[in-house]
């Protein structure tokens, strides 16, 4: 499709460059024919004439400009969902900062596109135009035109070899000293209240600077080799009217043509040398666009396309083993259970154990490395992401609540339901305390908005996790901002889903939400170390092994 674009683009170039010879032929034609003969209406013949080529060409360089837009637009329209999408799944494996550069990449590849630097190859493609007209005009400009696009030529692969790994380097510095401070940035509050800031201010202009001083050695070199193409091209058109004095002297070819000739070669030459001039533009365009390849290869996933609104079957996790990609250690190793509809699973165990993890898979948000989760029967992973999200809900440890207003939130940013909206709060007895906020549901939260305590996001959340009455419910440690009728709020809330029907897995430290699980897994080193009813696993921990779990978690 963009090669189609292009290909249209390049058409219209062609007729552009053609029309740019109105000028030229023009001042031939006066020269030779008006001055000689004396006749007005030739002149005015030709003037005519030339109106309306430059009318044309004007019209064409109009649509062409409209073509680079639509080029630019279509690219924008059809990549930035993939490549949202994309930025998501990476911004799981490698943080957001990074993630967000994806998005910036394609913003700034549209707006190269639609830039001159795109035009130049296009109409470099044409030059033999030029070049043909000069042979007409006499075969010794044809050559020096042919040899100067030669030099012009050798100086755009000079500034290739002198320049761009070191703004490849500069580049790639600039996107990552980007993400660096936007990582940073994350964590304002704590920045500012630990007097961080004058080391991190340090490490900040550390990464600037050299990205800067990449870029202007880069730059240095690619200006050089463009004064020194640039000096030549002037040169070259100075040779080319001393060359046609020459043969107007000689009576070889005409005054006219000296100076069409004079004005061909530097049309010839201009698109050599703006894309030596733009060339920083090209490495950048090119640097990002292969990153939005790799951010696309490298998120790619394949996921069923069937919509599957509802489930009954029991939850099952069949040897699971994950690590993350590119390590050898994994963090889950073998882990096995089930879990009926109407069941709570408590998962306990001590820190890095692997919970987390744990969750973040049973909600399909990464790949098992070998085994799989099953929700029905059907692999959580791969179920299609709109359909499996109404029948999940998750409240992760880091309380993500996304700018927009609290109803928004709680029902996923999507067309809201008032009355489940309203179901859901309830259930997580948080409906008053939204009541008692600035507009109520209709208050904005986020960056700059209304700032929440962490009791009340952590509530926000679990009424967002239970917007729809989910089948599944999986909450990492929701009762850790809680205080006790928020933990008691979280039982009642926790038993209402049970009696619903739903699958609750609770993942949590504080043993005094336990009580309300009907299993109990402790997780230790990625293994399972007990897994059974309730009570069952709180006695065969109590005296013996898995006591420090019993401790971290379960035990009571
Ligand atoms: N994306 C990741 N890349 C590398 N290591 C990771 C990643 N995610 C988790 N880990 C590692 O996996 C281990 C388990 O982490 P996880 O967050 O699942 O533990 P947890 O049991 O939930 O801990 P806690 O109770 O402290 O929240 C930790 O050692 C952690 O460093």
Do not use: C
Request: net charge positive; hydrophobic share 50%.
């Amino acid at each position: 499709m963009f090669l189609a674009g292009l290909g249209w683009a390049a058409i219209l170039s062609a007729f552009v460059n053609i029309l740019q010879l109105t000028v030229p032929l023009y001042m031939l034609q006066v020269h030779d024919r008006v001055l000689n003969s004396q006749s007005i209406d030739t002149l005015v013949m030709l003037s005519i004439a030339a109106a309306g080529a430059l009318a044309l060409y004007g019209t064409l360089e109009f649509i062409r400009t409209q073509s680079f837009q639509v080029i630019g637009g279509r690219l924008l329209r059809q990549l930035n969902l993939p490549v949202l999408e994309a930025s998501i799944r990476a911004s799981v494996k490698d943080g957001s900062a990074k993630a967000a550069q994806g998005l910036r990449d394609l913003m700034d590849l549209r707006t190269f596109m639609t830039s001159p630097a795109m035009a130049a190859p296009l109409e470099a493609l044409w030059s033999p135009i030029f070049l043909v007209t000069l042979f007409f005009l006499h075969p010794i400009y044809g050559i020096v035109g042919f040899l100067a696009v030669i030099v012009i030529i050798a100086g755009n692969v000079a500034t290739d070899l002198l320049t761009r790994n070191l703004l490849k380097e500069a580049n790639k510095a600039q996107v990552d000293s980007v993400a660096l401070v936007a990582a940073d940035l994350r964590h304002a509050e704590a920045i500012e209240a630990m007097g961080m800031l004058p080391a991190l201010s340090r490490r900040w202009r550390a990464a600037q600077l050299h990205a800067v001083a990449l870029a202007e050695a880069g730059n240095s070199r690619a200006k050089a080799v463009s004064t020194i193409t640039r000096t030549l091209r002037f040169g070259i058109q100075v040779l080319v009217l001393a060359i046609g004095a020459v043969l107007v002297i000689n009576r070889a070819a005409s005054p006219g043509a000296m100076i069409a000739a004079s004005i061909l070669m530097g049309r010839l030459l201009l698109p050599f040398d703006s894309v030596i001039d733009n060339w920083r533009s090209w490495v950048n365009a090119s640097a990002g666009w292969r990153r939005l390849r790799d951010l696309l290869e490298e998120n790619a996933t394949a996921r069923e396309t069937m919509t599957k609104s509802s489930t009954e079957g029991d939850l099952v996790v069949d040897r699971v083993v994950y690590a993350v990609p590119g390590q050898d250690l994994p963090i889950l190793k073998g882990v096995s259970f089930s879990v009926s509809p109407g069941e709570v699973l408590g998962i306990v165990g001590p820190s890095a154990a692997g919970k987390s993890t744990l969750a973040r898979l049973l909600v399909g948000i990464v790949r098992a490395t070998a085994g799989g989760v099953y929700l029905d029967g059907h692999n959580v992973f791969l179920w299609e992401r709109s359909s499996f999200g109404a029948v999940v809900g998750y409240l992760p440890q880091q309380i993500s609540l996304l700018e927009g207003t609290i109803r928004d939130n709680i029902a996923r940013m999507g067309e809201s339901d008032p009355r489940a909206v309203i179901e859901a709060a309830r259930t997580a007895d948080v409906h008053e305390m939204i009541g008692r906020l600035p507009l109520g549901y209709d208050t904005p939260i986020g960056d700059g908005k209304l700032t929440l305590s962490g009791g009340q996001r952590q509530r926000i959340g679990l009424a967002r996790a239970l917007y729809g009455r989910p089948r599944l419910i999986v909450l990492d440690e929701p009762n850790a901002s809680l205080d006790a009728a928020g933990e008691t709020a979280l039982m009642r809330a926790i038993r209402a889903a049970k009696a619903d029907g739903a699958i609750v897995v609770l993942i949590a430290h504080r043993p005094s939400i336990m009580e309300i699980a009907d299993k109990l897994l402790v997780l230790e080193g990625g293994r399972v170390a007990q897994f059974g009813p309730r009570t069952d696993v709180v006695a065969a921990l109590t005296p013996g092994r898995g006591r420090a779990a019993a401790e971290a978690g379960a035990g009571r």
